[in-house]
T-cell receptor
Framework: EAQVTQNPRYLITVTGKKLTVTCSQNMNHEYMSWYRQDPGLGLRQIYYSMNVEVTDKGDVPEGYKVSRKEKRNFPLILESPSPNQTSLYFC????????????????FGAGSRLTVL | GNSVTQMEGPVTLSEEAFLTINCTYTATGYPSLFWYVQYPGEGLQLLLKATKADDKGSNKGFEATYRKETTSFHLEKGSVQVSDSAVYFCALSDRRTGANNLFFGTGTRLTVIP
């Protein structure tokens, strides 16, 4: 089944304890992206990647890191989490060709709910 | 710049009622427009899309028409069901800017009661 898989789905952690949220897609998509969803703010892009070894900042990159060493994986790293990073995180992917056409339909993971105490 | 403004929620309707969720947009180029739906505990999934002016997207009884003159893409359904309870997001992508990103509205939560 074509899908985007995120782990963990739920995590409670403490301020300053490094964590990684993994994202993997099995559709051979070039483009991958991380979003955070907060009440009243919709989805905001954190980082995106156009292909392997190509990453760039989105709208709210502060406090996050990413890497894209393989096409299928795009982990989100919180080096020193803080309470304002408590949020629902989504990973998404799409073929790069759809970006150029404007018909870029993203496939989303099920989400990772992170709480930082 | 690019932005999407959608109707504040939450919206509560009785089963078989008519649904409208308003969405207006601002874009610097030639956007494609989307409605995504998020069912409880799940990620977003595409509901429908329209890539140029006057296009109508439709799926599962939902419809939205791309209106360039009013910069709108309102979501409608003639008769909602309990299973339509979800959060609905309007979004746009702008091909002229390379469209690396979708610009999302804040989401509208719909609850349909029997």
């Amino acid at each position: 089944e074509a899908q985007v898989t995120q782990n963990p789905r739920y995590l409670i952690t403490v301020t300053g304890k490094k964590l990684t949220v993994t994202c993997s897609q099995n559709m051979n998509h070039e483009y991958m992206s991380w979003y955070r969803q907060d009440p009243g703010l919709g989805l905001r892009q954190i980082y995106y990647s156009m292909n392997v070894e190509v990453t760039d900042k989105g709208d709210v990159p502060e406090g996050y890191k990413v890497s894209r060493k393989e096409k299928r994986n795009f982990p989100l790293i919180l080096e020193s989490p803080s309470p304002n990073q408590t949020s629902l995180y989504f990973c998404a992917s799409t073929p790069s060709g759809t970006l150029r056409s404007g018909a870029n339909v993203l496939t989303f993971g099920a989400g990772s709910r992170l709480t930082v105490l | 710049g690019n932005s999407v403004t959608q109707m504040e929620g939450p919206v509560t309707l009785s089963e078989e009622a008519f649904l409208t969720i308003n969405c207006t947009y601002t874009a610097t180029g030639y956007p494609s427009l989307f409605w995504y739906v998020q069912y409880p505990g799940e990620g977003l999934q595409l509901l429908l899309k329209a890539t140029k002016a006057d296009d109508k997207g439709s799926n599962k009884g939902f419809e939205a028409t791309y209106r360039k003159e009013t910069t709108s893409f309102h979501l409608e359904k003639g008769s909602v069901q309990v299973s339509d309870s979800a959060v609905y997001f309007c979004a746009l992508s702008d091909r002229r800017t390379g469209a690396n990103n979708l610009f999302f509205g804040t989401g509208t939560r719909l609850t349909v009661i029997p």
